[in-house]
């Protein structure tokens, strides 16, 4: 097991006994019902052209087979068949609160036999060694109990050459804008969840794991260090979030 980054021990919770682990799932499990609704709403719908940028990256390579990370209510994963057509996507996630709601989202979509929402761990994926031909992350990876183990098992199931697409908040770099934003996610993202009924400590939480996450041209580090190569990134939307784009060595 690889030692522990800083950003591994930022914890929804940092007085509870539980493990990272478990206290994401148990969170992830409160929110679910509105998960959907309020990523829409605090974004402003901006993370739909978020990860339909991140898709577009993948349209070349034209992936058969995918893996869905931390696939939560699924978004990704109809989405990624909408516009990549793969012949199946994965998507595993620690949360059986959100697989719930995602699994009602792919049969209201007839899609059961393209999408299979299984309980998954990204550092013990059940799959064999190159077994896909691309994997995708959108806002999971900082939620990781252990980063690099994440990536190394992530990139352990990719074929030779695959790609690994990576949607994840980031600190931007322009101090007036990093300002603004901080207020609105530490100040108004946890009241505006709260009067929707929605757990605000999880918006709370997720400024912090943001902010302590390791971004931009640190990430990309930690990527070649898990033996992707042609790692990059690229800032979005003022630097509020990153696509990272990397394969796995032929």
């Not at 087979?65 to 998507?91: C, F, N, Q």
């Not at 992350?137 to 990719?158: C, D, P, W």
Request: with cysteine; proline share 5%; aromatic share 10%.
């Amino acid at each position: 097991m690889r030692q522990p980054l800083p950003h591994d021990s930022v914890t929804p919770r940092s007085d509870s006994t539980q493990s990272k682990k478990q206290q994401v799932a148990e969170m992830f499990d409160r929110i679910a019902g509105r998960y959907d609704f309020m990523n829409r709403f605090l974004s402003a719908r901006v993370d739909l052209y978020w990860r339909k940028k991140a898709l577009a990256s993948l349209q070349k390579s034209h992936p058969k087979k995918i893996l869905d990370v931390a696939t939560g209510t699924a978004d990704m994963s109809l989405l990624a068949y909408r516009m990549l057509r793969p012949d199946h996507i994965t998507g595993i996630d620690i949360s059986e609160g959100m697989l719930r709601v995602g699994r009602q989202k792919v049969q209201q979509q007839q899609l059961e036999n393209k999408i299979s929402l299984l309980s998954g761990d990204a550092e013990t994926i059940k799959a064999i060694d190159r077994s896909f031909d691309a994997v995708m992350v959108a806002f999971g990876v900082r939620n990781f109990e252990n980063l690099q183990a994440g990536l190394s098992e992530m990139r352990r199931v990719l074929r030779p050459g695959g790609s690994l697409v990576v949607l994840e908040f980031a600190t931007p770099r322009n101090p007036l804008f990093r300002a603004l934003y901080n207020w609105y996610m530490k100040r108004w993202a946890p009241r505006l969840a709260n009067s929707f009924n929605t757990d605000g400590e999880a918006y709370a939480y997720l400024n912090r794991s943001s902010n302590a996450f390791p971004d931009r041209e640190a990430f990309v580090a930690l990527l070649k260090q898990a033996g992707y190569t042609n790692a990059t990134f690229e800032p979005l939307t003022f630097g509020i979030c990153c696509l990272y784009t990397a394969q796995s060595p032929y």
